[in-house]
């Protein structure tokens, strides 16, 4: 079975230009998440989709980033306009669905999509 | 604000000695626990958990680490490491409860010197 997919695996775009990353989940798996990691921090969570509607954008940085869910299987996310300070590695994952039965669902990553903005 | 702790940013350490990941994190009612893995131009793979029960558990090639709840700890362990392991080891929190959000730690950079 796959696993997590992302494209591209790495992208060079100047300051003031648009990029959009896809991620395609696991199969069948409802929930996706969106992460970022900036050089030298923490791995920080962006947002969670489940299905197609956005359960939780807690950690969607300010309003040039828009992720999208359509059909509740591929994800994008879009920064436009990019900022220096938006590079970095992002990463998507995916998990089940399963409600409150479960004690968690765990979450497959992707391997990351390496965003630098020149 | 819930956060992790990994106070080493490096490690190197000899093949076949033992090495210590730290992991610490800020109290909660109700954790799960997890470290993952980045190897070299890959993605981020799921080393081990702990969601309840024996306080220690294992992976497959030989990490462990135990969930110790006085301390807030969730260091992460093995006896004699590989070349193999050179990796970045991020230790990880699911706060239950709440939405399905892990938050990392900055990760610890495990280099095996021949």
Known sequence: EAGVTQFPSHSVIEKGQTVTLRCDPISGHDNLYWYRRVMGKEIKFLLHFVKESKQDESGMPNNRFLAERTGGTYSTLKVQPAELEDSGVYFCASSQGGGSSRPYNEQFFGPGTRLTVL | ?114
């Open chain 2, 1 to 114: 604000a819930q956060s992790v702790t990994q106070l080493d940013s490096q490690v190197p350490v000899f093949e076949e000695a033992p090495v210590e990941l730290r992991c610490n994190y800020s109290s909660s009612v109700s954790v799960y626990l997890f470290w993952y893995v980045q190897y070299p131009n890959q993605g981020l793979q799921l080393l081990l958990k702990y969601l309840s029960g024996s306080t220690l558990v294992e992976s497959i090639n030989g990490f462990e680490a135990e969930f110790n709840k006085s301390q807030t700890s969730f260091h992460l362990r093995k006896p004699s490491v590989h070349i193999s392991d050179t990796a970045e080891y991020f230790c990880a929190v699911l706060y239950s409860g709440g939405y399905q959000k892990v938050t990392f730690g900055i990760g610890t950079k495990l280099q095996v010197i021949p």
